[in-house]
């Protein structure tokens, strides 16, 4: 058996469509995601939610396959999938046994490229969107994290990814049709392929699937300002939902790797300060915990407390001060059980073809290149304590957006 | 080649393997046969607070020794408690299977220190306050209380604000020590395993443990036709579950409940699928084959808008008659078949979906299966077999309980 490294390729078809692809020979499946830059930040200004209606509406018939023609086809193929925005793509992305992903890579094209968007099917869409906008309103939680990305992010990147009420409730069958001509484009799309594959192969339907869509340049809207400061939203809930964020690096710079170690000292495992300053010591919440997340051209740290009223303050506090307090440094000790967690968590995902299908879509948008699980590891192994200290010191958190959403509002740390 | 592994130490515990030579991970865990089911109504929500007790220390060990020794392991670890289960299981890199057993089974032997208990308490309140926030599981708990009435499946697995917060350490420590015992628990681990390092290890972390005889209660259930509303007029969307007999998770029926219950619910391309999602009628709805041990259920849920509540409520109970009355259809089921079968292939190449299968196998079931044997007891189903399972349990009679705002 091949026991080197598992395998990558990178090819890019004229068009501006990007196909990578590793291959993993130690398992029977594949996972794949098509990716197009029709997220919401790609949204138009006053439509925002139309990717995400369009991202039910492509699924109803495509090709010479009606609705049910094609959602009969995909079961036939056992495709587990999914179609959904984030803030910059449009992603439909499958998993499956690898033998039928020859069949399946021409249907999601069909889907890409000839979409029928029935007109009986619009309503039905934009009403399911506009559901899944309400149903946020009981989830807290998932409130909150829509609403700290809108006011930490400048705009358009802050957007909802399921969209605003008002456009979406104001969007017709018409509009959206023009927008999936604007926006289905193969500039900027990524075809990512992870599983038990033959590059040939894949490169060979990729050629034949894609070769020939055509399409304008994909566009983002100037980046604004970001509102930042804080936020207090009333809502009668039984826990306050608390909010942090403020920015860091972005992935794309090698000192990320420094802002990465340095929140798994705050929340990587259990033994993370948050959880046991604030959880374990104090036992102010049950969920407490941040993590590092990138765009293209910025990164930020998004924190997350939950607690009832009569604790929310003296969380919020201790949340603060954690935070603070690691620009202050972190141990050596705290520095290889952080660096240990993220090197096993690296293995463990590339046993998952859907994880490694993902991983390879985030590199190429944000790196331009696929990294192998090796280069991840040593990426973790390679920077000292002296580094990540120094990394600290040089960007001391100070500036905090806040959002909480329960009965009363709370002092902000600012 | 994946291989299977089974040893008993002299104290009954059941020491199980899947080995995957292909697998760069390893997973390992410890499944007790406790849960809410379980335990007194007195001690509502005790199996989840003593999970999370578990991890505040040993005799050896404080809480913030497990944790730091766990993530100096790099491991992925966790627990969770059910109705009838609760675990503890660790992912790990395969060099750190002794550590990792060696923490796991001390804290298999709690300190349950009393200033502990006081703190985490505020913990398990505060994680019942974080659910009274989501709907979803306000109606799960409500509907299993519609249902199954007297029956202990009825159990909170949280318990509630006034239960935790009488619960004391010596209940705790009772309940601990009536269920604990090896024979009522077992060891699993899949991925890149050495089986007999595995098992000389465990005789020497668990051998002393004392055996002990745990009883579980079977009474039975009386289903009923019933219906409840609970009014929230901070609600914006309308949420309806139901429940209805089906067979347990001992039962051979199981397989044909599993593709009945994803041609009738999936999330993809099911009657429900067609008749609520598509028409944009309700922007969830699923259904599931729910198997317990010794008696088994179906599950249903949708969300919609509160307008449409009363249409979503008789498109679903609509379908439901439409399969009993005519059964599925043959490409329908193939779809379901490859659909599950495709699914069960994915879970299977991660040693920790693997090691969560072989624990509830054993814990149901005493016996171990290959991936293979299900698929092959999978593809056995046909129509006629559906049909037959139809009659035993035909989706009725069905518990329905709302939540939402407005009267009903």
């Given at each position: 058996m091949n026991q080197t490294a598992p395998m990558m390729r990178v090819d890019r078809l004229d068009n501006g469509l990007t196909l990578v692809m590793e291959r993993m020979p130690d398992v029977q499946s594949a996972s794949m995601v098509l990716a197009i830059m029709a997220g919401a930040s790609y949204d138009p200004e006053h439509g925002v939610g139309s990717g995400n209606v369009l991202s039910d509406w492509i699924l109803r018939g495509a090709g010479d396959r009606d609705s049910r023609g094609l959602t009969a086809e995909l079961d036939s193929l056992g495709v587990q999938?999914?179609?959904?925005?984030?803030?910059?793509?449009?992603?439909?992305?499958?998993?499956?046994?690898?033998?039928?992903?020859?069949?399946?890579?021409?249907?999601?094209?069909?889907?890409?490229q000839r979409a029928r968007l029935p007109e009986d099917g619009f309503n039905a869409c934009r009403d399911l969107a506009l559901g899944q906008i309400d149903a946020i309103d009981d989830e807290p939680s998932q409130k909150l994290n829509v609403l700290l990305r809108q006011q930490h992010l400048p705009p358009p990147l802050g957007r909802p990814t399921l969209g605003v009420k008002e456009h979406v409730a104001a969007l017709s069958a018409a509009d959206l049709r023009l927008d999936y001509e604007?926006?289905?484009?193969?500039?900027?799309?990524?075809?990512?392929?992870?599983?038990?594959?033959?590059?040939?192969?894949?490169?060979?339907?990729?050629?034949?699937?894609?070769?020939?869509?055509?399409?304008?340049?994909?566009?983002?809207?100037?980046?604004?300002?970001?509102?930042?400061?804080?936020?207090?939203?009333?809502?009668?809930?039984?826990?306050?939902?608390?909010?942090?964020?403020?920015?860091?690096?972005?992935?794309?710079?090698?000192?990320?790797?420094?802002?990465?170690?340095?929140v798994n000292v705050l929340s990587g495992g259990m033994g993370a300060r948050l959880f046991t300053e604030i959880r374990e010591k104090q036992g102010l919440c049950y969920a407490v915990h941040a993590g590092y997340q990138s765009l293209r051209t910025q990164g930020m740290i998004m924190g997350y407390a939950g607690?009832?009223?009569?604790?929310?303050?003296?969380?919020?506090?201790?949340?603060?001060?954690?935070?603070?307090?690691?620009?202050?440094?972190?141990?050596?000790?705290e520095l290889e059980r952080a660096r240990i967690g993220m090197k096993s968590r690296v293995v463990m995902n590339g046993e998952s073809t859907g994880a490694r299908a993902a991983a390879l879509l985030h590199d190429m948008y944000h790196l331009g290149r696929p990294r192998s699980l090796d280069e991840l590891r040593h990426r973790v192994e390679a920077p000292t304590l002296a580094d990540v200290n120094k990394y600290l010191d040089a960007h001391p958190v100070q500036q905090f957006t806040l959002v909480t959403i329960g009965p009363a509002e709370l002092a902000a740390p600012n | 080649m994946s291989t299977f592994k089974h040893a008993r130490l002299a104290n009954n515990l059941d020491i199980i393997a899947e080995v995957m030579p292909t697998t760069k991970t390893a997973a390992i865990g410890f499944m007790v046969k406790t849960g809410a089911r379980d335990e007194n109504p007195s001690v509502s929500g005790v199996s989840h607070f003593l999970e999370h007790m578990m991890f505040k220390g040993t005799r050896?060990?404080?809480a913030a020794d497990i944790n730091r020794e766990f993530d100096a392991l790099g491991a992925r670890n966790n627990a969770f408690t059910s109705n009838e289960v609760t675990c503890y299981?660790?992912?790990?890199?395969?060099?750190?299977?002794?550590?990792t057993l060696d923490i796991l089974a001390d804290m298999m032997r709690p300190a349950l220190r009393v200033e502990d208990f006081d703190m985490e308490k505020n913990v398990i309140l505060e994680e019942i306050s974080l659910y009274l926030d989501k709907p979803g599981h306000i109606l799960y708990e409500r509907i299993m209380e519609d249902h199954f009435q007297s029956h202990p499946l009825a159990h909170s697995i949280l318990g509630s604000k006034e239960s935790i917060g009488a619960l004391t350490q010596i209940q705790m420590r009772e309940y601990f020590d009536q269920h604990y015992g090896p024979g009522n628990m077992v060891l699993a681990a899949a991925g890149q395993i050495n089986f007999d390092e595995l098992v000389q290890m465990a005789e020497h972390a668990c051998g002393q443990w004392p055996s002990l005889s745990v009883q579980r209660s079977y009474p039975p259930v009386n289903p009923a036709a019933r219906r409840h509303h609970i009014q929230d007029d901070?609600?914006?969307r309308h949420y309806l579950c139901t429940l209805c007999p089906g067979p347990s998770a001992q039962d051979m029926d199981r397989f044909s409940a599993t593709i009945l219950a994803d041609v009738i619910g999936d999330h993809d391309g099911s009657r429900l699928f067609w008749s609520l999602i598509e028409p944009g009628l309700a922007e969830e709805a699923d259904f599931s084959a729910f198997l317990h041990d010794g008696l088994g259920s179906f599950l249903g849920y949708a969300?919609?808008?509160?307008?449409?509540?009363?249409?979503?409520?008789?498109?679903?109970?609509k379908e439901f008659i439409r399969v009993r009355n005519a059964g599925v259809a043959e490409e329908e089921m193939a779809r379901s078949k490859t659909k599950i079968a495709t699914s069960a292939v994915l879970s299977g190449e991660l040693p920790l979906g693997r090691m969560r299968n072989l624990?509830?196998?054993?814990?149901?079931?005493?016996?171990?299966?290959?991936?293979?044997?299900?698929?092959?007891?999978?593809?056995?189903?046909?129509?006629?077999?559906?049909?037959?399972?139809?009659?035993?349990?035909?989706?009725?009679?069905?518990?329905?309980?709302t939540l939402g705002p407005g009267e009903k």
């Open positions: 999938r999914s179609c959904a925005v984030d803030t910059v793509f449009l992603r439909f992305s499958a998993s499956l046994l690898a033998e039928k992903l020859p069949d399946v890579i021409p249907l999601v094209a069909d889907i890409f604007r926006r289905f484009t193969p500039d900027g799309a990524i075809l990512s392929i992870a599983g038990r594959i033959s590059f040939e192969q894949m490169h060979e339907i990729a050629e034949k699937s894609f070769g020939s869509w055509t399409g304008p340049k994909a566009s983002m809207a100037t980046i604004g300002v970001s509102p930042g400061g804080s936020r207090h939203v009333l809502q009668e809930t039984n826990q306050v939902q608390i909010g942090l964020a403020f920015d860091a690096v972005p992935e794309r710079e090698p000192e990320s790797i420094l802002a990465m170690l340095a607690t009832v009223p009569e604790r929310a303050q003296r969380t919020l506090d201790a949340f603060v001060h954690e935070l603070k307090r690691i620009s202050g440094g972190i141990t050596a000790d | 050896s060990r404080s299981w660790a992912q790990i890199l395969p060099e750190y299977l002794a550590p901070k609600l914006k969300s919609c808008d509160p307008a449409r509540a009363a249409l979503v409520e008789e498109t679903m109970v624990c509830s196998q054993w814990i149901y079931n005493r016996e171990f299966r290959t991936l293979e044997e299900d698929l092959a007891e999978l593809n056995k189903v046909n129509v006629n077999r559906i049909g037959e399972l139809l009659e035993k349990y035909p989706l009725a009679p069905l518990t329905l309980t």
